[in-house]
C-alpha cells in the first residue's frame, strides 16, 4: 500500500534557497505522516514566472546547488520535483547555456532515470508561447532534444520505475503543458499511454489561477486517467508570481483522480497542504468521488483578488495604503477590499472634491469610510485647481526665435485632466509618503480598456488590483463583500445604485443622472470580445455580427442593447470606431505605462496580452460593410 504525499508548497519566484528550506521541511513532514513518496510542483526550486533571471549563470549554479540538497535529502522517501536542468556542455538557440524544465525523481539519494531518457530527468515536451508563458525563450524543449538525436519525442517519452518495500512502481511523469496538449501536434500523454504496467501519472505544474481554469482541467485530467484506466495525480503550487506588468495567483486545487477519471482528493486553494493519500485509494471504486465546492464566479475573483493583494503588499513591505475615493463603485470595492487584509489604522481613504463633487458622492465617501472604520480625511483640490489654472494661462510662452509672445489657453477638457493629475500626483502622492505606503489604481478594465482614464492622474499607482475586471464584476463583488464578506453593507447601497461618474465636470453630474460615456451593460461586453476571446474580435467581425443580427449573442450581451442604445447603423458605427481608435491608439500609451495588473481572466493587460502601438485599422471587408450599412440607413 504505497502512501503518497501531494507537496502543495508556496513557491517563491527568484528564491531558491527558501523554496528548497520550505521543500526539506515538507520531506520531513512527509516522513513523519509515513509517506512512500512526495511529490511537489513545477519549478518548485527556483520559481517560474522570472524574466531574463534565466540569463545569469550564477543563478542557475544555485538552483542546481540547491537541487542536489533535495536529492540528497531522499533518504526512506521519494522525491519528485520540478527544477531547472542545465546541461553546460551544450546551448540553445540563443547561445546561451542549454536549460530543460525538468521533472526529477530521487530515491536513496539520487536520480532515477526515466527508462529511455540520455539524462537523469524527464523533459518538458511541450512549450507553452502564449499569454503570460514564454518557455521558449529560455527552455529547451523533448521535441528539440529529440531532432538534436535524430530520434523522435516518443522514443524518449518513458516512465520512471521504482521498487519501494518491494513493490515495483512505474510512475508516467508529465509536466504542466504536456497533459493540456489538444491543440499541439502530439500527445506527451497518449504517448506515455502506450507504455506498459503505468501505475500511476504524476502532473507537476505551475499553473497560474484564471476563471474557470481548474473546471476546464478537471474535465481534461478526469479524461486522461479514464481512458488510460490509471489513476492521475496533480500538483500545483500557491504563491504569487509575476512577469513585470501582469501579476498573478496561483491557487493550488491540487488534485488526485483516480482510474475512473473521478477527483478523489482535492486540496482546498490558496493553502499550503500536504495531504497524504494510499494508491490502492486511487483504482476503479475504491474510494467515494470528493465533494469538490461549487463556487460563484464572483467568490472565485474575491479569493483571488484578497490572496494576491494580500501576499503583493507582503513581496513589496508595504504596510500602509492610501486609497483615493470618489463616492464611486470603484474605489468602495477597491477600499472594502483592502479593509480585509489590512487594520483600520493602516488604511487611509481620501475624498478630494472639487465644485464639480456633489454633496451625495461626498456623503457617501464620509458613509464608506465610516462604516469601515479606517483612517479618513477630506482635500478639497478646487484651490490648487484654480491655482494650476491661473499659472498656466498667466505665465506668457515665448518663441525664442523671433521673442513672439502668447498665454495657453485651458479648455474644459484639460481642466478635467488637471483635476486627476492634482488628486493623483499631487494628493495622494503626498499623503501615501506621509502615510508611509503607497496609493492605489482603482481603475476597471473597461476603462483600462480605452483609456478612459488621465496619465499621472488616476492612472497612477502602485498596483492595479480591479483592471482585470469588467464593470458588472465590480458590482457583483460589491455585493459579495457586503453579503458574504462583511455580512453587513459596508459599501453603501447609494454608491452601487449612483450613475458612474468622474465628476470633472457640469456634463458630469451625477444628482441629474449624467455619467461616464461608457454604456457599460453593452461595452463591457464589446470589449470584452477585442480582448478576451480566443480569437480575438475586430470591428470586421463586430460589423458581420451587427449586420446578421447576432451581435449580442456573440459578444455575450443582454438582447435589445444594441437597438436601445443604437437607434441607427451610423449611430452603431461611431461609436465602435470611437473605442476601437482609442483602444488601439491612446490608450496603449496609458497601459504600458500603467502600474502592475492583478490578473483573474483569462486575457489580462501587460504581458498577457502583447500590443504594439501602430494605430487603429480598418480591413478592408470593414470599409465594405460599413459602406452598405451606411447606403441602408
Known amino acids: 500500500m504505497l502512501k503518497i504525499a501531494l507537496g502543495q508548497i508556496e513557491v517563491v519566484p527568484g528564491h531558491p534557497d527558501r523554496n ?6 515538507h520531506i520531513a513532514a512527509a516522513k ?55 546541461d553546460w556542455d551544450k546551448k540553445n538557440n540563443d547561445g546561451r547555456v542549454r536549460k530543460y ?8 539519494g539520487r536520480l532515477v532515470q526515466p527508462d529511455n531518457m540520455p539524462y537523469p530527468y524527464a523533459i518538458k515536451t511541450l512549450m507553452p508561447n502564449y499569454r503570460e508563458f514564454d518557455d521558449t525563450r529560455h527552455f529547451f524543449s523533448l521535441q528539440k532534444l529529440a531532432r538534436e538525436l535524430s530520434t523522435t519525442p516518443e522514443s524518449l517519452i518513458s516512465p520512471v520505475t521504482l521498487t519501494i518495500r518491494g513493490q515495483r512502481c512505474r510512475i508516467g511523469c508529465l509536466i504542466c503543458e504536456d497533459a493540456w496538449s489538444e491543440n499541439y501536434e502530439m500527445s506527451p500523454f497518449a504517448m506515455l499511454a502506450k507504455q506498459r504496467g503505468i501505475n500511476l501519472y504524476v502532473n507537476i505544474s505551475t499553473s497560474p489561477y484564471t476563471l474557470g481554469k481548474n473546471e476546464r482541467r478537471n474535465k481534461l485530467f478526469g479524461a486522461h486517467a479514464r481512458r488510460a484506466g490509471v489513476p492521475l495525480v496533480y500538483v500545483n503550487c500557491i504563491g504569487l508570481q509575476n512577469n513585470g506588468k501582469t501579476i498573478y495567483t496561483f491557487d493550488g486545487s491540487s488534485t488526485a483522480y483516480d482510474a475512473d477519471g473521478r477527483i478523489v ?36 475573483i474575491y479569493e483571488a483578488l484578497h490572496y494576491g493583494i494580500k501576499h503583493f503588499l507582503a513581496d513589496i513591505h508595504m504596510r500602509r495604503v492610501v486609497i483615493g475615493i470618489s463616492g464611486g463603485i470603484d474605489s468602495a470595492v477597491a477600499a472594502a477590499l483592502y479593509a480585509t487584509i489590512l487594520p483600520p489604522e493602516d488604511l487611509l481613504l481620501v475624498n478630494m472634491p472639487s465644485v464639480f463633487n456633489s454633496e451625495t458622492t461626498k456623503g457617501l465617501s464620509a458613509q464608506l469610510a465610516r462604516n469601515i472604520g479606517c483612517e479618513y480625511m477630506i482635500v478639497p483640490i478646487q484651490e490648487s485647481v484654480e491655482h494650476t489654472e491661473s499659472q498656466l494661462q498667466q505665465a506668457p510662452m515665448t518663441l525664442l526665435q523671433n521673442g513672439q509672445e502668447s498665454h495657453l489657453e485651458i479648455s474644459s477638457f484639460t481642466l478635467e485632466n488637471i483635476q486627476a493629475r492634482d488628486r493623483s500626483s499631487r494628493v495622494l502622492a503626498g499623503a501615501a509618503a506621509a502615510f508611509g505606503g503607497g496609493f492605489t489604481c482603482n481603475a476597471n478594465k473597461a476603462e483600462t480598456t480605452v483609456g478612459y482614464s488621465t496619465l499621472y492622474g488616476d492612472q497612477s499607482g502602485f498596483l492595479c488590483a480591479l483592471a482585470d475586471l469588467w464593470k458588472y464584476q465590480i458590482y457583483a463583488l460589491a455585493h459579495y463583500l457586503n453579503d458574504v464578506v462583511y455580512g453587513r453593507e459596508v459599501i453603501p447601497q447609494g454608491i452601487i445604485d449612483i450613475v458612474p461618474s468622474a465628476e470633472l465636470s457640469n456634463a458630469q453630474n451625477v444628482d441629474e443622472g449624467k455619467g461616464d460615456p461608457l454604456k457599460y451593460p453593452y461595452h463591457d461586453f464589446l470589449f470584452r470580445a477585442f480582448v478576451e476571446r480566443w480569437q480575438k474580435a475586430a470591428p470586421e ?26 437607434p441607427t447603423a451610423s449611430d452603431f458605427i461611431a461609436d465602435l470606431e470611437r473605442w476601437w481608435n482609442l483602444f488601439t491608439g491612446m490608450a496603449i500609451a496609458k497601459r504600458i505605462q500603467a502600474p502592475p495588473i492583478l490578473a483573474v481572466s483569462r486575457r489580462a493587460y501587460g504581458f498577457d496580452h502583447r500590443e504594439a502601438q501602430n494605430g487603429p485599422y480598418y480591413t478592408r471587408r470593414y470599409r465594405e460593410l460599413k459602406a452598405e450599412l451606411s447606403k441602408e440607413a
Request: glycine share 8%; proline share 5%.
Open 32 to 86: 513523519e505522516a509515513g509517506a512512500d513518496i512526495v511529490i511537489f510542483p513545477e519549478m518548485a526550486v527556483p520559481g517560474y514566472l522570472l524574466g531574463d533571471t534565466w540569463e545569469q549563470t550564477s543563478f542557475l549554479r544555485d538552483c542546481e546547488s540547491y537541487g542536489c540538497d533535495i536529492i540528497a535529502a531522499a533518504q526512506g522517501i521519494v522525491v519528485m520535483f520540478g527544477n531547472v536542468a542545465i
Open 20 to 25: 528548497t528550506q520550505n521543500i526539506l521541511d
Open 265 to 300: 482528493l482535492s486540496v482546498p486553494q490558496y493553502e499550503e497542504q500536504m495531504p497524504v493519500i494510499e494508491l490502492d485509494a486511487l483504482q476503479a471504486g475504491a474510494s467515494p468521488a470528493a465533494a469538490v465546492p461549487a463556487e460563484s464566479e464572483t467568490a472565485h
Open 101 to 108: 524544465n525538468a521533472f526529477f525523481t530521487a530515491q536513496d
Open 541 to 566: 467581425d463586430i460589423l458581420e455580427w451587427y449586420a446578421a443580427g447576432t451581435l449580442e449573442e456573440n459578444i455575450g450581451c443582454e438582447p435589445g442593447l444594441v437597438k436601445q442604445y443604437f
